[in-house]
């Protein structure tokens, strides 16, 4: 089987479990995705097979404890589509859902393109490209029975767990909040449970999004005017089960909450 093929049948499968809502307990060996590389084209093979457009991008593993729960080494980018986006207020479905958490996310909305180029981007360079941020709750999920387990390759197939997606109203005023020391306020069921902080995300949400950004640039892709990236879990992941209802207070970039059926 020619490589070309491995990733259009692995595309294939990943695409109808997601459709579908199942799982499996890893790709067959014959089309499994063997380095980051072609987990990176499966992942644009699904986006060139289906109907909704892309929202914008995820990063999954962006603490060390994080990488050390799914055995991998860094960092994960994944795409999030739009029939996937729900907005604040909404009523998130559980249903099939393995890893039931919700994950509190500071997301970036981009103003202006960042091509690929043949160095690495600065910060300045990529917050100089940014029109606002979005405080954001993602309700990630996986095609894989045992995630833990599945391997890096296989989980940037898989999109990096991307699922459900919640995102808050827009916030114009960002630049002075403290991505780093600020507390965001974490309500499960109306009552106080532990905060997150930005210095939980690759020590600094910008820089996560600094690494995305690179990220697709050493793949050939370009960050849009329009897409928004969500840049990981500020603080160990809210495990919630149908019923439940989180909200998530970043003050002045302010709240988004969802509940859960």
Avoid at 108 to 123: C, E, M, N, W
Avoid at 140 to 168: H, K, M, T
Avoid at 242 to 261: H, M
Wanted: aromatic letters at 8%; glycine letters at 10%; proline letters at 5%.
């Amino acid at each position: 089987m020619s490589t070309a093929e491995k990733i259009d049948q692995a595309a294939n499968a990943l695409l109808t479990m997601w459709q579908q809502r199942t799982r499996c307990d890893g790709l067959p060996q014959s089309y499994r995705p063997g380095s980051r590389a072609e987990g990176y084209a499966v992942q644009q093979s699904i986006g060139d097979k289906q109907q909704h457009a892309l929202f914008g991008w995820k990063i999954a593993a962006t603490s060390i404890e994080g990488q050390r729960h799914i055995a991998v080494n860094g960092p994960l980018a994944g795409r999030l589509y739009t029939d996937r986006v729900l907005r604040h207020g909404a009523s998130v479905t559980l249903k099939n859902n393995l890893m039931g958490v919700a994950e509190i996310e500071f997301a970036f909305r981009f103003g202006k393109a960042l091509s690929p180029i043949t160095r690495p981007y600065t910060v300045d360079e990529v917050l100089d490209a940014v029109a606002c941020v979005h405080p954001s709750i993602e309700v990630p999920d996986s095609r894989y029975n045992d995630f833990v387990q599945a391997g890096e390759a296989q989980l940037v197939a898989d999109n990096a767990c991307a699922n459900l997606y919640v995102i808050g109203p827009r916030a114009d005023d960002w630049r002075g909040f403290d991505y780093v020391n600020q507390a965001i306020e974490v309500r499960l069921n109306g009552e106080i449970v532990e905060s997150g902080f930005g210095r939980n995300v690759l020590g600094d949400p910008r820089v996560a999004l600094t690494w995305l950004v690179n990220e697709l640039s050493g793949l050939g892709i370009s960050c849009e005017p329009g897409q928004v990236v969500t840049t990981g879990t500020c603080r160990v992941p809210v495990a919630v089960k149908p019923g439940d209802r989180v909200e998530a207070n970043f003050l002045t970039l302010g709240s988004v909450a969802c509940s859960f059926n």
